[in-house]
């Protein structure tokens, strides 16, 4: 227990909120945070040289994890890293090219590259696990931090494909004529992600992700069997208690996947992250428990999109997501149906900063008045 | 009623199953159908030097629908054409391209852009009937003939971004910031959209198909509001009969929308179209209805990727589509549950042929196979 040490945690609410428990607001983050949309992360990105030099970097990635923290009142940071430092890791060379996504030197399409990937040497990772606990140090007990990983599936994606994709041709093929080698490269993910989430909780993550961004490309039955199983495989291998003795909340969080809540409510975890096209109420209802019985916590759902409106409009917007949730439960002696606020998928950007601070102020603010009782007449 | 001579269809069982009528088969067509995976396909576009010269062209857009239908024992022939020839007749200048999508000339993101809209002058649009006419001559009775366009949303994605989009931004800061702006296009193009199909139904066209290929990018809510509102606006004003006096049914498509299908069966059409993440079993239930009560017809839902396994496994997979949707309704003395084979999306030019030809024997001889009565011991 190296870290045991660190400073107790004073606003907790977002752990509360992933476990269920009554908050006396919603908590709120975003995906991406830390971002492009932030010019002091431009400038220290410029520093940096790349984002594999910012994200490789324990100092600069504390912070560039803390930027947000410091203009916006956010309830959780995230670890500043990238979902692709796994498949990195197993020798496939990851790299950011100027204005473009993700691209590694290798690919995986056949049985020969199949039969040469491992779970990789954890060692590979360390400036990540370096990361989570300089950034724990830095954050000092202000809010939890929130450690990630890609979702097998999602991995295997870019690793078939050697980069993003708008058709997942490769990957693809690779499932539907081959699907013995694709559950190897599954399988190999899925040991690998939860090998690493289990690093990143003993270097201080209180509450890890995993970001199955592209499990909404696949078929009904095909996302059940080549997604969702993995991610079970994922957290059938997690540990639950932090380097603080606190129990560590697992967040899945599936893009497009709002047909298969009812499949994703058998997920061994406690959130489930959802986009913008769900119906939250509808997600609540199907999932959400009862007060005092089991159920998920719902995190989303925003669309990112929405912040171009006007200040006035992002802050509508925002209380259309948190009336569609519906008042969360305020029972402090008991569990219930609980809301983390979010973005329906990583902030743009092109997003103006003065909505994020609209954003903020208007979940804390409404959030608030949804829990006070309303006057009967 | 100048084309009520066109010579009666003889396998009307695309035509039937819309309507939600017994037949012994499942149908089977394929969104783009005609396109760049058939050899004999770039060989005409070649000629045409361009998608439009082959689209603006009556003998070449014959040809190249007809096409598909020498390869494959397909249920239907859908016109040769693309989403974007309203808002091209309208003024902004359509092109593609060789290698990318298509581009407007000019884009409308501003009060100014959107005051110049109008419904355009349908006989801006000639090419397209002359198209249909030419075409359902040339079918000669063999397979219903579908006309189609995209919906108002659709239509106004690519008016507002100038372009195929991967956020979507331009056009969701317009409804975000300005939804009356929004709003207005969005009238303007479901009127556009009725008068286009009232065309092509009056050309020929025995079905129509309404493609809400962007819809799925919507939040909950802003789908409601901006897609289906103008997706209800055309289907209310569209003709109900062709010019043979038979019923012309109406499809809609959402990629994307399976969320929302509960909404959708409020609208008033005969068929919905889904993507490959629903669940048709579950679709079934939820708005196919009951034998001799009201419901809709459902259309779909192949992974398109699927092509990309062997034959094997292409047929593997499109009789597990047919099993999820499960036996349609038999009884040829009333209306019931049915289901016309497609993909989720329209397929891709890396497709190979022979693969398609095992899809279409797959779907035929399987479908057959369900409708048998089982021996039961």
């Known amino acids: 227990m190296p870290n045991s040490s660190f400073a107790p945690t004073r606003n907790d609410s977002f752990l509360r909120a992933c476990m269920r428990q009554a908050t006396d607001h919603t908590p709120v983050w975003l995906m991406r945070q830390a971002g492009r949309y932030l010019p002091e992360y431009c400038a220290t990105r410029a520093q940096a040289g790349s984002f594999m030099g910012l994200a490789t970097n324990v100092d600069f990635a504390t912070e560039v994890t803390l930027q947000p923290l410091e203009r916006y009142a956010l309830?959780?940071?995230?670890?500043?890293?990238?979902?692709?430092?796994?498949?990195?890791?197993?020798?496939?060379?990851?790299?950011?090219?100027?204005?473009?996504?993700?691209?590694?030197?290798?690919?995986?399409?056949?049985?020969?590259?199949?039969?040469?990937?491992?779970?990789?040497?954890?060692?590979?990772?360390?400036?990540?696990?370096?990361?989570?606990?300089?950034?724990?140090?830095?954050?000092?007990?202000?809010?939890?931090?929130?450690?990630?990983?890609?979702?097998?599936?999602?991995?295997?994606?870019?690793?078939?494909?050697?980069?993003?994709?708008?058709?997942?041709?490769?990957?693809?093929?690779?499932?539907?004529?081959?699907?013995?080698?694709?559950?190897?490269?599954?399988?190999?993910?899925?040991?690998?992600?939860?090998?690493?989430?289990?690093?990143?909780?003993?270097?201080?993550?209180?509450?890890?992700?995993?970001?199955?961004?592209?499990?909404?490309?696949?078929?009904?039955?095909?996302?059940?069997?080549?997604?969702?199983?993995?991610?079970?495989?994922v957290l059938r291998q997690l540990k639950r208690t932090g380097v603080d003795g606190k129990p560590v909340p697992r967040l899945v969080f599936t893009k497009g996947g709002g047909l298969w809540l009812d499949d994703m409510a058998a997920l061994d975890c406690e959130v489930l992250g959802v986009d913008w096209t769900v119906n939250l109420a509808k997600a609540r209802a199907q999932v959400g428990g009862a007060v005092g019985g089991p159920g998920k916590a719902l995190q989303g759902n925003l669309d990112p999109n929405a912040l171009f409106g006007t200040p006035a409009a992002v802050a509508s917007e925002a209380r259309k997501v948190l009336d569609a949730f519906g008042t969360p439960h305020t029972d402090a002696s008991t569990t219930g149906p609980t809301h983390i606020f979010n973005l329906g998928h990583g902030i743009s950007q092109h997003t103006d900063p003065e909505h994020v601070s609209a954003l903020i102020d208007a979940v804390h603010s409404h959030s608030r008045a949804l829990r006070q009782p309303v006057a009967r007449n």
Chains 1, 2 share one sequence.
């Not at 140090?137 to 050697?162: H, N, Q």
């Not at 990143?200 to 009904?220: E, P, T």
């Open 75 to 233: 309830d959780a940071a995230i670890l500043f890293s990238d979902i692709l430092t796994v498949p990195d890791a197993m020798g496939l060379g990851l790299s950011f090219a100027m204005g473009e996504g993700p691209r590694f030197a290798k690919n995986v399409r056949n049985e020969a590259a199949v039969a040469e990937l491992a779970v990789p040497d954890m060692n590979k990772l360390r400036y990540v696990f370096d990361a989570v606990t300089s950034i724990r140090k830095a954050l000092d007990g202000r809010v939890p931090l929130i450690g990630f990983s890609g979702s097998p599936w999602t991995l295997a994606c870019y690793m078939v494909e050697g980069a993003g994709s708008d058709d997942y041709r490769h990957v693809k093929t690779l499932m539907y004529s081959r699907p013995d080698l694709m559950h190897q490269v599954l399988a190999i993910n899925a040991d690998s992600v939860a090998a690493y989430l289990n690093c990143q909780i003993d270097a201080g993550a209180q509450a890890v992700m995993v970001f199955d961004s592209w499990g909404g490309v696949l078929a009904d039955g095909a996302f059940q069997t080549f997604s969702l199983a993995y991610t079970a495989r």
